[in-house]
């Protein structure tokens, strides 16, 4: 038995450590000390065993294929008739699979998330020990799902992971549920995600209906093989996946939920927003790629709906004060790369950016937990500034992200987004689909992001780490480098933030070095006609100057940056430019009015139209069931009356009159016979002479 033998382990492992803490140490109230080692335990369990398994595979088997490991039949049904005619039975198994996706998700998702747990110790030890405990029971609980998500076989194991980290999410998002603003946050990231998640149901009926199956190997080789099913069928699944992926990866419309989602505690926004639940749409997309592949028009909607989250996005990040809702715009316009990437056929591109995007955004999500941690619980960044003498630890890993994420080289950020931007332009150069011109502006918003993200991130560095300290003196007594269960994580990440990139994904092509990128020979198999349709369209020229173009365009955002904000401690020309522009400066500090907008139609909508089903129901469905029980009621009661009246009365009065009869004849009855007799004769008497008169 080998360890990807039992790949199910991996998610069993946290779940084990969430079931202990929530059923066990919550309970009790047992120490913090037994509940973090239980929870580290599970989260570190998972993370061995997957690398353990991962190695081990790669050593031993075909990486070329997947390899499918059965647990139980989960679902069995009758035969179905399907497209085309056929009849095939319903079978789902309860399978998990491991092959270069699966292992490239497991490998970042189980030494990430295990980071977090431990920076999660230093961060939570304020808490009494049952929140302790509830806390690490979601976190492990969080893992379980997602881990359960990218190993399964088939849509619907993928989908119980799916669910799970919406649960997952509700549950930390509202961790602090006796705040109604943190239960509202959490209630709206549930509801947006039950949106998407129609879609992606639908697409789940869609598939078995078309092809017989749900397994992706199966689905994988229908569609290599086209199997007389219309292309139509690829671009309704195509759409509906997309749809799912845009409430979980937070894509526009469906983006609202993401930055509410910073009512829970930091590392659960870490967690979300670099190692799970937002990632899980980009990985759906990508190990679905077949079905986009054959879809011209759901590869574009991918592409346009994630350029344009992109930017959106970005420009809401450029004026945010809460250090958190920067980064969690900042989550927002990144998914929109990966998504702009999986949009033009590069879905290795897509899958990098996640990875590389996991360590720094991680790594900055940590690194503000560490700022707040120090000011108490302040999350506005204009009472802040100067941390940076009173934080050296937090300062330099928070920078280190910072420089990946705005895209400068050679850190982990312009590795990946440098991949997804050459993919966007060679995509225009080569007419994909027929729909060049558009992938050509797509990489210009691209373009955009990339110096508008350079901008708002160094602008929060700036702001926070740069001047003189901002929330009073009494404050500024108190700050303090965090803990060392809080730095080691960030300095680790810090590290794959810098060298991640080159490591897994070296950009050979800019040196004539073609196949020098680890995770493009890796997940080739995974990519649908992966190398099958022609030699790469970019020249080695252009290729540099888009390195060059992309470069510049972040370099400009920081040196504006650093002019609005670090040259200026008073902050006169953003200032200056706010009332200057004061519609535009509104526009984006109310993020657009989308929430107003959303308020004020599709919200005040169904409540207002669940209060008109609810008068509906209440006037006319019930006034008719009551209207009806009325005249039910009073024919009942004019039945009874007429029973009682006529009926009764009719019979009592048949009765009555024999009463009365059989009280007056009964005197004749004196019981002598001469009397008789004398009434016989008198009554004989009597016909005798009737007769005799009618005679005459």
């Not at 009494?128 to 806390?135: G, K, L, P």
């Not at 994988?220 to 409430?247: K, N, Q, R, S």
Request: with cysteine.
């Amino acid at each position: 038995m080998t360890f990807y033998d039992l790949i199910w382990l991996v998610p069993v492992f946290p779940l084990i450590g969430a079931a202990f803490n929530g059923l066990v140490s919550n309970r009790l109230g047992l120490p913090k000390t037994v509940t973090h080692t239980v929870a580290l335990l599970g989260a570190g369990a998972a993370w061995l065993w997957g690398w353990a398994a991962v190695v081990q595979w790669m050593l031993t088997e075909d990486t070329h294929r997947p390899y499918v490991v059965e647990v139980f039949s989960w679902i069995q049904g009758g035969e179905l008739a399907i497209y085309g005619g056929r009849v095939v039975p319903l079978e789902v198994a309860a399978s998990f699979q491991i092959d270069a996706l699966s292992a490239v998700m497991l490998g970042f998702v189980t030494f990430v998330g295990f980071l977090i747990h431990l920076y999660s110790v230093g961060y939570m030890h304020s808490e009494s020990d049952r929140a302790y405990a509830r806390f690490f029971s979601y976190l492990n609980l969080f893992m379980f799902a997602m881990l359960t998500l990218v190993t399964g076989s088939n849509l619907p194991v993928l989908f119980v992971g799916w669910e799970g980290v919406g649960l997952c999410s509700y549950l930390l998002i509202g961790f602090y549920f006796e705040k109604d603003w943190c239960a509202a946050a959490g209630m709206k990231a549930f509801i947006v995600n039950r949106i998407g998640d129609f879609g992606f149901l639908l697409a789940i009926f869609f598939a078995f209906f078309y092809f017989g199956t749900l397994e992706f190997a199966g689905l994988h080789e229908a569609m290599a093989a086209h199997h007389g099913v219309p292309a139509a069928a690829a671009t309704i699944i195509g759409v509906l996946l997309f749809v799912g992926a845009m409430g979980k990866s937070a894509q526009i419309p469906l983006y609202v939920w993401l930055p509410d989602a910073m009512a829970g505690p930091t590392p659960v926004s870490a967690l979300i927003h670099a190692a799970t639940m937002v990632t899980a749409g980009v990985y759906m997309v990508a190990r679905c790629n077949f079905f986009y592949q054959l879809s011209p028009t759901a590869m574009l909607t991918v592409a346009v709906v994630g350029g344009a989250t992109a930017v959106f996005s970005a420009t809401i990040g450029l004026v945010q004060n809460d250090i958190k809702k920067v980064l969690a715009y900042s989550t927002v316009s990144q998914l929109g790369y990966m998504f702009l990437a999986a949009g033009v056929g590069a879905y290795i591109a897509a899958i990098f950016h996640v990875v590389t995007h996991a360590f720094f955004k991680a790594c900055l999500f940590l690194g503000s937990g560490s700022v707040i941690h120090a000011c108490g619980g302040e999350q506005d960044m204009r009472k802040m500034g100067g941390l940076r003498k009173h934080m050296p630890t937090t300062f330099w890993t928070f920078v280190a992200a910072t420089v990946a994420i705005a895209g400068i080289p050679p850190l982990a950020g312009f590795v990946s987004k440098d991949m997804i931007l050459a993919k966007a332009f060679e995509a225009g150069l080569t007419d994909l689909n027929g729909y060049g011109t558009v992938y050509f502006l797509l990489w210009g918003l691209g373009l955009a992001g990339a110096a508008l993200t350079a901008f708002y991130m160094f602008r929060l560095v700036y702001m926070t780490f740069f001047g003189s300290f901002r929330g009073g003196e009494e404050a500024e007594h108190h700050l303090h480098e965090s803990p060392w269960t809080m730095t080691l994580p960030l300095q680790v990440l810090a590290v794959l933030s810098i060298v991640g990139g080159l490591l897994i994904g070296f950009p050979g092509q800019l040196f004539h070095l073609e196949g020098w990128s680890l995770i493009e020979r890796f997940m080739a198999p995974v990519v649908l006609g992966h190398g099958e349709h022609g030699h790469h369209a970019v020249s080695f020229a252009l290729e540099w100057g888009l390195v060059v173009v992309s470069v510049a365009a972040a370099v400009a955002g920081i040196l504006v940056a650093r002019r609005f904000y670090r040259l200026d401690p008073s902050f006169a020309k953003p200032r200056a430019l706010a009332e200057r522009f004061p519609f535009a400066y509104r526009l984006l500090l109310n993020k657009y009015w989308v929430d107003e907008l959303y308020d004020a139609t599709v919200i005040s909508g169904t409540v207002k139209g669940s209060r008109l089903l609810w008068e509906v129901d209440a006037r006319v469905v019930d006034g008719a069931v009551n209207g009806a029980a009325h005249s039910t009621v009073g024919s009942s009661f004019l039945s009874g009356v007429f029973d009682l009246k006529v009926v009764d009365g009719g019979v009592n009065l048949v009765a009555r009159i024999y009463d009365v009869a059989s009280r007056a004849f009964r005197r004749l009855q004196v019981g002598y016979a001469q009397g008789y007799a004398m009434v016989m004769v008198f009554g004989a008497a009597v016909l005798l002479g009737v007769f005799y008169l009618i005679k005459l």
